[in-house]
């Protein structure tokens, strides 16, 4: 077992078409053997929950820019393997950093023409999570954790695809819902 460093970055500093590429290439992506395979042209990318993780491995392959990233984009990708680390999870619920430009997204995220982060936490941007065969919200998803020390808790690695309801006992598929009620499935 090894250990890497990682570093979170909210979506909300991804350039919006960039952010909806990766989205749709995540939508669309197949499943070999439960895993989703991201073909995304350079980037090796992870899907989880809430965004997705990118290996900064290539960085060491492509020391400047490849023109199919965005400058803000390699930006961020530049500064988490400067930092150290082997992987970026861009995260929709990490707050955004001030150090980052915010765009908006798809997320219900938003910028003034100040270029301030607003409305990135309203009500409308909550969903709750049900069993698209019964309505359950009893749905489980397997994961992985792994102790921290300095948090001194257990850190969410990893959610995996598979899901379960409790309440039809088979394996479900997931449906996301505003919690304002019109619904979503995935």
Not at 156 to 185: N, R
Request: with cysteine.
């Amino acid at each position: 077992m090894r250990r890497f460093p990682v570093c979170a970055c909210s979506t909300a500093h991804l350039p919006c078409a960039e952010h909806d590429a990766i989205d749709r290439l995540i939508r669309h992506a197949p499943r070999r053997r439960g895993r989703i395979i991201v073909d995304h042209p350079i980037l090796t990318i992870e899907a989880h929950q809430y965004g997705f993780w990118v290996h900064l491995g290539f960085i060491d392959d492509w020391p400047d820019r490849p023109d199919a990233l965005s400058p803000e984009f390699w930006a961020l990708l530049a500064d988490a393997r400067k930092a150290g680390a082997n992987w970026l999870s861009f995260d929709r619920d990490e707050p955004p950093s001030d150090q980052f430009p915010v765009f908006a997204t798809v997320q219900g995220e938003a910028t003034n023409e100040a270029g301030e982060s607003v409305n990135a936490a309203t009500p409308a941007g909550r969903i709750t999570i049900r069993c698209s065969a019964c309505g359950s919200a009893g749905v489980m998803r397997d994961a992985w954790a792994r102790w921290d020390d300095d948090a001194q808790d257990w850190a969410l690695g990893a959610v995996f695809d598979a899901a379960f309801c409790e309440a039809c006992e088979k394996d479900a598929t997931l449906s996301e819902q505003p919690i304002d009620g019109s619904q979503h499935t995935h």
